[in-house]
């Protein structure tokens, strides 16, 4: 079976403990899905970057850790029952994966191999935004960003991935729209359907905001949960666009890393650039799809290819510090209305750019 071509992997299987194995291959079976096994776990290395998928025997994850692969979404630590929940746990973080246990968790690894088999699959872009520090309008580039993407006719959803973010909607003005919050999602895992229809609508952007109130004391929103709405949305719209926490939890770590283009916001004084180094060093490994967007204010007090160069990325482009902004976001306007603003024009050049590269899993494909 280690004959498969690169090209052709979907669902790479890793498991040398035959009763497991069986488990797994029942469950592809039902799908649809022909995995490649591999007889080597060493053969590993060669299909971590092109596949759709990885699932790997706990037992075997002490070895693929050590390989020092780069982390990536899609892996799953496959456990059978009489391996301990604390031994999957583990090697869980260690190598960004998900930890299923068979037969218990069948559905959930049948819903899992569903979102990589043909029509399930997410073929829309997505876009994160995250502030090097407490507002510098992280919010508002990624509200920007969802609303240009709209006016050009490309389907769009706005998503607020930061709990302590006191709601989208509010900036947005939609905080008295009916639909859908995150509360009514909490229970998300798997192959989630298309939620469109749910969302309160502005402007032609859907949007999945917080809700204030509404959630459980201490609710944190789980990388499981983000993950299911990202691959719906992804299915059903051309442009996803998600505000993350600077806290960069776990679910803020499954948007980067499914990310095409992850935006950094600081501003252009030296403790923008500070913070923004920090964001960096906690993103190290995540992702190589990160890039600088510079909020200019009044003083221009350093440059942006200067403030780029500090924070050790690529510098994607700025815009100015206007009080219209901040004046809209009271009435609740959306952002970026003005075609000729200094944001709507930084937001019209990054999602050419985005447009314009291949998508990730092509370009996968077409080093491998």
């Given at each position: 079976m280690d004959s498969h071509t690169v090209g052709q992997t979907t669902v790479v299987v890793a498991i040398t403990d035959p009763e497991l194995l069986d488990q797994v291959l029942a469950v592809t079976a039902v799908v649809g899905v022909?995995?490649?096994v591999l007889s080597d776990v060493n053969l590993l290395r060669r299909h971590w970057p092109s596949a759709s998928m990885l699932l790997v025997g706990v037992d075997q994850a002490a070895r693929v850790a050590?390989?020092?692969?780069?982390?990536?979404a899609e892996?799953?630590?496959v456990a059978g029952e009489k391996a301990s929940a604390a031994q999957g746990q583990q090697w869980s973080i260690p190598l960004g994966a998900a930890v299923i246990s068979l037969p218990a968790s069948a559905g959930s690894l049948s819903e899992a191999l569903a979102a990589v088999n043909g029509t399930a699959r997410a073929v829309g872009r997505l876009v994160c935004v995250v502030g090097g520090s407490g507002g510098v309008g992280a919010s508002?580039?990624?509200?920007?960003?969802a609303f240009v993407a709209a006016r050009a006719s490309r389907g769009t959803m706005l998503i607020d991935a930061d709990p302590r973010s006191g709601g989208l909607d509010l900036l947005l003005g939609a905080e008295r729209t009916a639909g859908w919050r995150w509360p009514r999602l909490t229970?998300?895992?798997?192959h989630l359907g298309d939620i469109t229809g749910q969302l309160p609508t502005?402007?032609?952007v859907d949007l999945l905001s917080m809700a204030r109130g509404e959630s459980e004391p201490g609710w944190e929103l789980g990388s499981e949960q983000l993950k299911s709405v990202l691959l719906s949305a992804m299915r059903s719209h051309q442009i996803t666009v998600v505000d993350i926490s600077r806290a960069l939890?776990?679910?803020?770590?499954e948007a980067v890393r499914r990310a095409e283009m992850t935006v950094l916001l600081v501003r252009d004084d030296v403790r923008g650039v500070a913070a923004g180094r920090g964001v960096v060093r906690e993103l190290e490994g995540e992702s190589d799809r990160l890039g600088l967007v510079v909020r200019q204010g009044r003083s221009h007090l350093v440059e942006s290819h200067l403030v780029a160069t500090g924070v050790g990325l690529p510098l994607l482009g700025s815009f100015a510090d206007d009080p219209t902004l901040v004046l809209a976001a009271e009435r609740g306007d959306p952002p970026a209305r003005s075609a000729r603003s200094s944001l709507a024009r930084l937001c019209r050049r990054l999602l050419d750019g985005l447009v314009d590269r291949q998508p990730t899993e092509q370009k996968a494909m077409a080093r491998a």
């Open positions: 022909e995995p490649l050590a390989m020092g692969l780069r982390r990536r892996v799953y630590l508002t580039l990624a509200a920007g960003l229970a998300a895992r798997g502005v402007e032609g939890g776990a679910a803020a770590c």
